[in-house]
C-alpha cells in the first residue's frame, strides 16, 4: 500500500519569500504524484503531476516539484509567494491501475504575510 | 460551465435521518468517485465508479449506498445518519483510459448531522 507524509502542517512565508512544501512517499512501485490545492470553501485543484516522464514538473501558478525517488520526495516550491497563494495544499500518490484511488497527505497549510 | 457539480452544497440534518448528495460531471469522464473529508480535513476515497460498475469501495459502511444511473452522474445515498457522518464529501471524475489518474473534483457538499 502506498502513503504519504506531508511535513509541516502550517508554512508560513512572507509575500516574495520561497516556497517549499515538502512531500514524502512511499510505494512498492513505481508512483503518479500530484499536489492538489484548496482555497477555503472550495473544491481541489490540480496544480501539477507527475506521471514518469520529466522529474522536475512545472504547474499552474508558477509552482513545480522535482520527484526525487532516492529520496522518495515530491516538495513543491515557487519562487516567489504571493498573497492568492494562501491555501491548504495536499499532496497525494496512486499507482496503477488505481483508477483514480489517489491516497493524500495530510495538507499544508500556506499563510503568507505581507 | 461547472465542469463537476454537487448539490446541495450544505446539508444539515438530525440523526436518524436519511439524505441524498447528487454529483454530475460534464466532462465526458468515464470515472467517477466519493471522497470524504473529516474534521482534521484528511482526504479518504469512498466510492469508484467505472462505465456505471463499482470497481472502488473502501470499507464504507452499508448505510452508505453509491448509485450511478448513468456516466455523468454518480449520487451518493445515506441511511440512518450518525454523528460521525458529519464531513464535507467531495465527487470527482476522470478519464480512466488516459492513464494519469487526474480527477477533477466538484466543490464539496458539507454534511452536519446534529
Known amino acids: 500500500a502506498q502513503s504519504v507524509t506531508q511535513l509541516g502542517s502550517h508554512v508560513s512565508v512572507s509575500e516574495g519569500a520561497l516556497v517549499l512544501l515538502r512531500c514524502n512517499y512511499s510505494?512498492?512501485?513505481?508512483?503518479?504524484l500530484f499536489w492538489y490545492v484548496q482555497y477555503p470553501n472550495q473544491g481541489l485543484q490540480l496544480l501539477l503531476k507527475?506521471?514518469?516522464?520529466?522529474?522536475l514538473v512545472k504547474g499552474i501558478n508558477g509552482f513545480e516539484a522535482e520527484f526525487k525517488k532516492s529520496e522518495t520526495s515530491f516538495h513543491l516550491t515557487k519562487p516567489s509567494a504571493h498573497m492568492s497563494d494562501a491555501a491548504e495544499y495536499f499532496c497525494?500518490?496512486?499507482?496503477?491501475?488505481?483508477?483514480?484511488?489517489?491516497?493524500f497527505g495530510q495538507g499544508t497549510i500556506l499563510t503568507v504575510h505581507p | 460551465d461547472t465542469a463537476v457539480s454537487q448539490t446541495p452544497k450544505y446539508l444539515v440534518t438530525q440523526m436518524g435521518n436519511d439524505k441524498s448528495i447528487k454529483c454530475e460531471q460534464n466532462l465526458g469522464h468515464d470515472t467517477m468517485y466519493w471522497y470524504k473529508q473529516d474534521s482534521k480535513k484528511f482526504l479518504k476515497i469512498m466510492f469508484s465508479y467505472n462505465n456505471k460498475e463499482l470497481i472502488i469501495n473502501e470499507t464504507v459502511p452499508n448505510r452508505f449506498s453509491p448509485k450511478s444511473p448513468d456516466k455523468a452522474h454518480l449520487n451518493l445515498h445515506i441511511n440512518s445518519l450518525e454523528l460521525g457522518d458529519s464531513a464535507v464529501y467531495f465527487c470527482a471524475s476522470s478519464q480512466a483510459s488516459s492513464g494519469a489518474n487526474v480527477l477533477t473534483f466538484g466543490a464539496g457538499s458539507r454534511l452536519t448531522v446534529l
Open positions: 507527475y506521471t514518469s516522464a520529466a522529474t
Open positions: 510505494s512498492s512501485v513505481p508512483p503518479y
Open positions: 497525494a500518490v496512486s499507482v496503477l491501475p488505481s483508477y483514480g484511488k489517489l491516497t
